[in-house]
């Protein structure tokens, strides 16, 4: 059974650091990995998608990597503000045997960006 | 993208009621998810709502429980039923696209959320 662990589950940060989340899975049979941001009391907003054959994705001040050998995915958020404070997801999916598409979610990691 | 309306964005429900929770996306979309989100919890997957035909449940969870019908490509509704406190989560709708609109990335989107407490 695929396990998502994230660590750190909190993290408070001054405004322009640049600062990294950890996602760990446990089966490295993955078809994708996805990252999502989750507002208070909001739906999910996806960020980046890392296929299984690549290393990582870019967009604007982020970055996704994919270590899937080790198990390992790294977001990586530039100069830090105030409104990328939010609880950020690490979704991965696999293809089940019945041929459905099914994500497993870590439980996150609440960023809060302090001005 | 693609846009995602959840009704009702949040109840208050007594035990022993049920509640029918609807998901409407603007336009085609291959596949639709149920998930459930319990407080301080990851995102679990409740059932995968198939278009015309039963939806297919996870482990732990029953069609008597949460039903779901999908009659068309873009509209889905999740019922919880006999409703206890345990029940009380967030309940997100979610969805694929097809591959010809958005490649062969596989991008999930998710809806706005469902916040249900039960009494």
């Known amino acids: 059974k695929q396990e998502v662990t994230q660590i750190p589950a909190a993290l408070s940060v001054p405004e322009g650091e640049n600062l990294v989340l950890n996602c760990s899975f446990t089966?490295?049979?993955?078809?994708?990995l996805q990252w999502f941001r989750q507002d208070p009391g909001k739906g999910l907003t996806s960020l980046l998608l890392?296929?299984?054959?690549?290393r990582e994705q870019t967009s604007g001040r982020l970055n996704a990597s994919l270590d899937k050998s080790s198990g390992r995915s790294t977001l990586y958020i530039a100069a830090s503000q105030p409104g990328d404070s939010a609880t950020y997801l690490c979704?991965?999916?696999?293809?089940?045997?019945?041929?459905?598409?099914?994500?497993?979610f870590g439980k996150g990691t609440k960023l809060s960006v302090i001005p | 993208s693609a846009v995602i309306s959840q009704k009702p964005s949040r109840d208050i429900c007594q035990r022993g009621t049920s509640l029918t929770i609807q998901c409407q996306v603007d336009?085609?979309?291959?596949?639709m998810f149920w998930y459930r989100q319990q407080p301080g919890q990851s995102l679990t997957l409740i059932a995968t709502?198939?278009?015309?035909?039963?939806?297919?449940?996870e482990s732990g969870f029953v069609i008597d429980k949460f039903p779901i019908s999908r009659p068309n490509l873009t509209f889905s509704t999740l019922t919880v039923s006999n409703m206890s406190p345990e029940d009380s989560s967030i309940y997100l709708c979610?969805?694929?696209?097809?591959?010809?609109?958005?490649?062969?990335?596989?991008?999930?989107?998710f809806g706005p959320g469902t916040r249900l407490t039960v009494l």
């Open positions: 979610s969805v694929t696209k097809p591959r010809w609109v958005q490649g062969p990335t596989d991008t999930q989107y």
């Open positions: 089966d490295s049979a993955i078809y994708n």
């Open positions: 890392i296929q299984s054959s690549q």
């Open positions: 979704a991965v999916r696999r293809i089940s045997g019945a041929g459905s598409y099914q994500l497993t």
């Open positions: 336009s085609q979309v291959t596949m």
């Open positions: 709502a198939n278009q015309g035909s039963e939806a297919t449940y």
